[in-house]
């Protein structure tokens, strides 16, 4: 292990100690919950405009999970080895040295996971103002506005999300039982939400002529749309290539939505120092809840194929019609719902039952979503305070045995990305950088079973080294698409990361026993 302060035990600076609370359905509840957001229920949308075809669409979101449970297994011999607070930090500071695990940390905390809680915030509102116009996000649907200067102004749904991060906050400072519960439940019923929609996606809502017009020809309309040209013309601007691999490198693309839909599984690991025999519950947690939620997510795209034509028009004034590609505001699922809804009856109830339900739906998936996020990201700073390289304070626990200071700086920070009207951009910039520090971790898992041999090791990587090797190379490869595909996404979360460096040396220069390289 380093010299370095370890992130990890049941110690803390503070009053207070780490409470081992986290059983094996929790922690699979947090992967899986983290996980499940909005994104399942819109961004098929634009793949679908991006591709075109059935197929290109379903092999989308295979590939995302196959990425992402292989992932997943290569983490957990990490998890089991050294289950210790702040998770991926710690791997990624002991394979390499503490400069990259700050980086994770820096970038971490200055982009990903509050600008994802910060989007997740305004998601909620964006549906809740479905139910309530005037505490949403739109202008034209009625939202409460503060006009402030030029463009900019701030929503109601703005201020909706401040309050979201603001209570999960508090709530999580009061300790990690009432955030275990609040995860459990909401997690347990956004899985039945999901659950529920694949069923009546695929029984009541399947339509015939959606099918027929989906299988006809699987893989030959990804050629068809305004966006494959538009995209295919700006790679052969850059490679002249043709053909099945500008197809490719069009789907690699367009799998920016599903990763980052199938994202946050990683955040179980910030909690280890919770879990109880972290050893056992931390793998199988970790491989419990991605395939849960990856089966979930193909099942629900198989469900929209069945009930929607893959192709819509934007002018159709009928939701099938629009079909998958031109639903209103991107939400597929909604327009399931829109189709359930008169078979069952259910129009008589309200004229609105479809979009109102799913509006609920995602409410309580984004409201849980939210709360893992809050809950996990915590400890990792945590354990950067405990390593001299974050402020001193966020290395201790309070009276309840949590990271306070860490979760009110991470909250303070959500809350302002919130107001700044780019945290969707935040989300789209570091998904490179996201990328390349999943790559970096499992890269570690080879670095150390070299460097570390005799290391326990409870569980050991699934058919290591094929499953994490193709993990690598696939990750590579569509970080490598993603800098011709979609350059706007990449450059600016490497700058973010690098960003974090003369930041490193700063911290280090208060730090002075912090070593540059763990030992081995």
């Known amino acids: 292990m380093s010299t370095a302060v370890s992130g990890g035990g049941n110690s803390a600076t503070g009053s207070g100690h780490f409470q081992q609370r986290l059983g094996l359905f929790d922690s699979t509840m947090l992967v899986a919950g983290a996980m499940i957001g909005s994104g399942i229920f819109i961004v098929s949308a634009e793949i679908a405009r991006d591709l075109g075809s059935t197929g290109w669409l379903l092999a989308v979101w295979v590939v995302t999970g196959i990425i992402t449970i292989a992932g997943a297994l290569s983490y957990a011999e990490l998890a089991a080895m050294m289950p210790h607070a702040g998770g991926q930090y710690v791997y990624l500071r002991e394979a390499y040295s503490p400069l990259w695990g700050f980086l994770y940390g820096w970038t971490l905390f200055l982009a990903i996971q509050t600008g994802t809680i910060a989007a997740v915030g305004v998601s909620f509102a964006k549906y809740l103002g479905v139910l309530v116009p005037e505490l949403g996000t739109k202008k034209e649907a009625g939202a409460w506005i503060l006009p402030l200067f030029g463009d900019f102004y701030i929503s109601a749904g703005q201020g909706v999300a401040v ?9 999580n400072c009061l300790g990690v039982q009432e955030g275990k519960w609040t995860q459990n439940i909401f997690t347990v019923a956004k ?6 929609l694949i069923v009546l996606g695929l029984t009541v809502a ?23 040209f538009e995209i295919t013309r700006r790679v052969q601007s850059v490679l002249p290539v043709g053909g099945l691999i500008v197809v490719l490198m069009v789907a690699g693309g367009s799998m920016v939505g599903s990763l980052f839909s199938a994202d946050a599984w990683n955040n179980v690991t910030f909690t280890a120092g919770e879990v109880k025999n972290p050893r056992r519950n931390l793998p199988l947690s970790l491989a419990l809840g991605t395939g849960l939620v990856i089966v979930l997510y193909i099942l629900a795209n198989v469900a929209y194929v069945a009930a929607l034509p893959v192709q819509g028009s934007e002018s159709a004034s009928t939701t099938f019609e629009r079909g998958i590609s031109h639903a209103q505001d991107d939400r597929v699922a909604t327009a399931i719902m829109e189709e359930v809804s008169p ?21 309580v998936s984004t409201f849980g979503c939210a709360n893992g996020l809050i809950l996990a990201g915590a400890r990792l700073y945590y354990a950067m305070a405990r390593d001299g390289l974050f402020f001193k304070s966020v290395g201790r626990l309070n009276v309840h045995g949590v990271p306070a200071i860490g979760l009110i700086l991470q909250g303070i920070w959500a809350a302002l990305l919130t107001f700044s009207g780019t945290y969707s951009q935040l989300l789209d910039y570091v998904i490179f950088a996201n990328l390349l520090f999943y790559v970096l971790t499992v890269t570690g898992l080879f670095i150390l079973r070299r460097k570390r041999p005799d290391a326990e090791r409870p569980y050991r990587a699934f058919a290591y080294p094929v499953l994490p090797a193709i993990y690598v190379v696939l990750c590579a490869v569509i970080m490598l698409d993603l800098l011709v595909v979609k350059p706007l996404y990449t450059w ?7 960003t974090g460096i003369p930041v490193y040396f700063l911290w280090r220069r208060k730090s002075p026993t912090l070593r540059d390289q763990p030992a081995a």
């Open 163 to 171: 309050v979201v991060v603001a209570f999960l906050t508090f709530l």
């Open 191 to 196: 899985t039945l939400a999901l659950a529920l």
């Open 206 to 228: 399947a339509n015939p002529k959606a099918i027929e017009a989906n299988t006809a020809d699987l893989w030959g309309e990804a050629t068809h749309t305004d966006r494959f």
């Open 343 to 363: 078979k069952l009856g259910l129009d008589r109830i309200s004229s609105n039952f479809g979009p109102n339900f799913m509006a609920v739906a995602i409410m």
């Open 492 to 498: 600016p979360g490497l700058i973010i990361v690098v």
